[in-house]
């Protein structure tokens, strides 16, 4: 598919191909119809000296002829109404030709050869048919390097867009240059609405890191009061609530450091079913996770990766598989791969197309919730360089993916 710059290049190169065949054209009419005029101009002042001779002298001179028979039949009609002329004749001996009436019924005409190709009207078509190709050739080679400037400004332009949907910052300098064109105009407004949304984006984070940690103390406050409460059962619910409070004001701060980017991996190296077997065999009973199977395929692989991260993320979809899906679930481990599917209705559409978004569940069959647990998973996955995906495993349910990096190898003689 051709791009916006062979697309400019092209209609240059067409409209200045068509200005130069039209401007040609004209050149050859021009210089043709001037080519005649001064051939029968010449003939004219021909027959006026042979006029002449021949009025004083009875005698034809300078190639002069009465009554010829070769005369063409429109010059002898007008010499025949009382005018003289002058005619260019066609077919195999093309000649010009000039005639006027002399004593009453006589016709005096001269002609020459007259080719319809001339060297000269050979060689102006020459030179206008190099020069056009060479004009052509030339705006073809000019409009490639507009094309590309301007191409290059839209790509850049483009570019901090996609930069700016993926959460990182625009280049500035390259969108804030300098012009008065429509193409400055656009990187203008796009700088101008990457650092609004910036301004934005880090007021929400830096209002979610303090909201959550205004809330820390008071929650803590609320679960040591709650074991002053009398009633058990008061007691109970008041834990279990001041419990929930204290899992969401953590998951909030733990959202606003990975949007932030303050977190980084400790890579170690792993023996990953060792790891996956660990993680479920911890997570049994714990947020409703129960009944889950490991399967190993093929060998055991060496990752480097964060067990603790591992851990996070895969606890998370196995607490979303245990509260949205259906059991059984299954987590298999083959190569770097995890694969953790329930038996229950499958991910939303919008989040398999889209990813998780934080205070969003998107489907009522998914159960409530608000959304973190997923978007803790995705961001600890960027965290640790692996790739977790969402889809429908085969025959239904949801089925979680993540691709952890393989350990490097030692080099030689460590």
């Given at each position: 598919?051709?791009?916006?710059?062979?697309?400019?290049?092209?209609?240059?190169?067409?409209?200045?191909?068509?200005?130069?065949?039209?401007?040609?054209?004209?050149?050859?009419?021009?210089?043709?119809?001037?080519?005649?005029?001064?051939?029968?101009?010449?003939?004219?002042?021909?027959?006026?000296?042979?006029?002449?001779?021949?009025?004083?002298?009875?005698?034809?001179?300078?190639?002069?002829?009465?009554?010829?028979?070769?005369?063409?039949?429109?010059?002898?009609?007008?010499?025949?109404?009382?005018?003289?002329?002058?005619?260019?004749?066609?077919?195999?001996?093309?000649?010009?030709?000039?005639?006027?009436?002399?004593?009453?019924?006589?016709?005096?005409?001269?002609?020459?050869?007259?080719?319809?190709?001339?060297?000269l009207m050979t060689a102006l078509d020459k030179a206008l048919l190099v020069a056009g190709a060479a004009t052509v050739a030339l705006m073809a080679v000019v409009a490639w390097f507009v094309a590309q400037s301007l191409s290059r400004r839209l790509r850049m332009s483009a570019a901090a867009a996609r930069r700016i949907a993926a959460g990182e910052p625009p280049d500035?300098?390259?969108?804030?240059?300098?012009?008065?064109?429509?193409?400055?105009?656009?990187?203008?407004?796009?700088?101008?609405?990457?650092?609004?949304?910036?301004?934005?984006?880090?007021?929400?984070?830096?209002?979610?890191?303090?909201?959550?940690?205004?809330?820390?103390?008071?929650?803590?406050?609320?679960?040591?009061?709650?074991?002053?409460?009398?009633?058990?059962?008061?007691?109970?619910?008041?834990?279990?609530?001041?419990?929930?409070?204290?899992?969401?004001?953590?998951?909030?701060?733990?959202?606003?450091?990975?949007?932030?980017?303050?977190?980084?991996?400790?890579?170690?190296?792993?023996?990953?079913?060792?790891?996956?077997?660990?993680?479920?065999?911890?997570?049994?009973?714990?947020?409703?996770?129960?009944?889950?199977?490991?399967?190993?395929?093929?060998?055991?692989?060496?990752v480097a990766t964060d067990a603790r991260r591992v851990e996070r993320i895969l606890v998370n979809i196995l607490a979303n598989a245990a509260k949205h899906g259906k059991p059984p679930i299954e987590v298999t481990v083959e190569g770097t791969r995890i694969v953790v599917r329930d038996h229950g209705d499958g991910y939303p559409p919008d989040l398999v197309d889209q990813?998780?978004?934080?205070?969003?569940?998107?489907?009522?069959?998914?159960?409530?919730?608000?959304?973190?647990?997923?978007?803790?998973?995705?961001?600890?996955?960027?965290?640790?360089?692996?790739?977790?995906?969402?889809?429908?495993?085969?025959?239904?349910?949801?089925?979680?993916?993540?691709?952890?990096?393989?350990?490097?190898?030692?080099?030689?003689?460590?």
């Amino acid at each position: 598919m051709m791009g916006i710059r062979g697309r400019i290049a092209l209609a240059i190169s067409f409209v200045t191909a068509l200005a130069v065949v039209v401007l040609g054209l004209a050149v050859h009419h021009i210089s043709a119809a001037e080519r005649d005029r001064q051939a029968q101009a010449y003939q004219d002042d021909l027959l006026s000296s042979a006029l002449q001779i021949y009025q004083r002298d009875s005698t034809l001179a300078l190639g002069a002829q009465l009554d010829d028979a070769a005369l063409p039949f429109p010059l002898a009609q007008a010499v025949a109404r009382g005018r003289s002329g002058t005619y260019i004749s066609g077919g195999e001996d093309p000649r010009v030709w000039a005639a006027t009436a002399v004593g009453g019924d006589k016709v005096l005409s001269v002609s020459a050869p007259y080719p319809d190709r001339d060297p000269l009207m050979t060689a102006l078509d020459k030179a206008l048919l190099v020069a056009g190709a060479a004009t052509v050739a030339l705006m073809a080679v000019v409009a490639w390097f507009v094309a590309q400037s301007l191409s290059r400004r839209l790509r850049m332009s483009a570019a901090a867009a996609r930069r700016i949907a993926a959460g990182e910052p625009p280049d500035a300098e390259a969108l804030a240059a300098g012009g008065r064109d429509e193409v400055a105009e656009l990187g203008r407004s796009v700088h101008h609405m990457a650092t609004s949304l910036a301004a934005r984006v880090e007021a929400e984070r830096e209002f979610t890191a303090d909201v959550a940690h205004e809330l820390r103390t008071p929650v803590a406050g609320l679960v040591a009061s709650a074991e002053l409460l009398p009633h058990p059962r008061a007691v109970e619910m008041v834990r279990e609530r001041a419990q929930t409070m204290r899992v969401l004001v953590e998951d909030l701060l733990e959202v606003s450091r990975l949007d932030a980017g303050r977190e980084r991996a400790q890579l170690d190296a792993v023996e990953l079913p060792t790891l996956v077997r660990g993680i479920v065999k911890r997570a049994q009973g714990q947020r409703g996770v129960n009944d889950v199977a490991v399967d190993v395929v093929g060998e055991g692989r060496i990752v480097a990766t964060d067990a603790r991260r591992v851990e996070r993320i895969l606890v998370n979809i196995l607490a979303n598989a245990a509260k949205h899906g259906k059991p059984p679930i299954e987590v298999t481990v083959e190569g770097t791969r995890i694969v953790v599917r329930d038996h229950g209705d499958g991910y939303p559409p919008d989040l398999v197309d889209q990813g998780p978004r934080r205070f969003r569940t998107a489907a009522p069959e998914r159960g409530t919730g608000h959304g973190l647990g997923l978007t803790i998973a995705v961001g600890q996955a960027v965290v640790l360089g692996a790739r977790l995906e969402f889809g429908t495993a085969d025959g239904g349910g949801a089925r979680a993916v993540l691709e952890l990096p393989e350990a490097e190898a030692p080099a030689e003689g460590e």
